[in-house]
């Protein structure tokens, strides 16, 4: 199948993605990379030969103007599946409408509990024990979609934000890793 990656931040889970593509059989193509600012993780799909592009909102006059074109730069990629890795914005009409149920994203907190852009740091600030990572379809609401997988990390005493995500993201790309696997297997093009 073919996949979109779009990213914000360091691109881990990204990179995951791409070195999974040379074990044997992968069921799937990184075609392009999107960026919505001048991410680091672009690296990654630069070494490794893919294309990529940065769609910034300040370069368009509002917001309608950047979800079209964010959306017309998925089309020209014609992906069969999007993956949102660490992407940072809400996922507009024009582009959530072109592809139901074939937008994903992943999240690093168990969801329901502890959506938005602060997941690890609202999940320790609460004080639960257990944590995790969630894989998502994209919907509408802000980490509100259909849960494809999920699993826990525990937290330790002396946890920080940082030591937390450390350790989420590192189940979160093997998953992240086996579910583009598995849709990968089941889309039609
Ligand atoms: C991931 O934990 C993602 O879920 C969160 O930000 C992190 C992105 O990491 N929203 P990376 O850019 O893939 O390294």
């Given at each position: 199948?073919?996949?979109?990656?779009?990213?914000?931040?360091?691109?881990?889970?990204?990179?995951?993605?791409?070195?999974?593509?040379?074990?044997?059989?992968?069921?799937?193509?990184?075609v392009?990379?999107?960026?919505?600012?001048?991410?680091?993780?672009?690296?990654?799909?630069?070494?490794?030969?893919?294309p990529?592009?940065?769609?910034?909102l300040g370069?368009?006059?509002d917001?309608?103007?950047?979800?079209?074109?964010?959306?017309?730069?998925?089309?020209?990629?014609?992906?069969?599946?999007?993956?949102?890795?660490?992407?940072?914005k809400?996922?507009?009409?024009?582009?959530?409408?072109?592809?139901?149920?074939?937008?994903?994203?992943?999240?690093?907190?168990?969801?329901?509990?502890?959506?938005?852009a602060?997941?690890?740091?609202?999940?320790?600030?609460?004080?639960?024990?257990?944590?995790?990572?969630?894989?998502?379809?994209?919907?509408?609401?802000?980490?509100?979609?259909?849960?494809?997988?999920?699993?826990?990390?525990?937290?330790?005493?002396?946890?920080?934000?940082?030591?937390?995500?450390?350790?989420?993201?590192?189940?979160?790309?093997?998953?992240?890793?086996?579910?583009?696997?598995?849709?990968?297997?089941?889309?039609?093009?």
């Open positions: 199948a073919r996949i979109v990656v779009l990213i914000s931040g360091t691109g881990s889970n990204l990179a995951a993605l791409l070195a999974a593509q040379h074990e044997q059989e992968c069921p799937y193509e990184i392009g990379v999107i960026a919505d600012r001048a991410a680091s993780g672009l690296a990654h799909a630069q070494s490794a030969g893919v990529t592009a940065v769609v910034r370069d368009h006059p917001r309608a103007a950047w979800d079209a074109a964010l959306a017309r730069e998925v089309a020209a990629l014609s992906p069969e599946l999007v993956v949102l890795a660490g992407f940072m809400l996922i507009g009409p024009p582009l959530l409408e072109a592809r139901p149920g074939r937008i994903i994203n992943t999240h690093p907190a168990l969801l329901p509990s502890f959506p938005g602060h997941g690890v740091r609202d999940a320790l600030a609460y004080g639960v024990k257990v944590s995790g990572a969630s894989v998502i379809e994209v919907d509408p609401g802000v980490d509100t979609g259909r849960i494809l997988a999920q699993r826990a990390v525990d937290v330790r005493p002396d946890d920080t934000e940082e030591s937390l995500h450390e350790r989420i993201k590192v189940v979160e790309r093997e998953m992240l890793v086996d579910v583009v696997r598995d849709l990968s297997r089941t889309l039609a093009p």
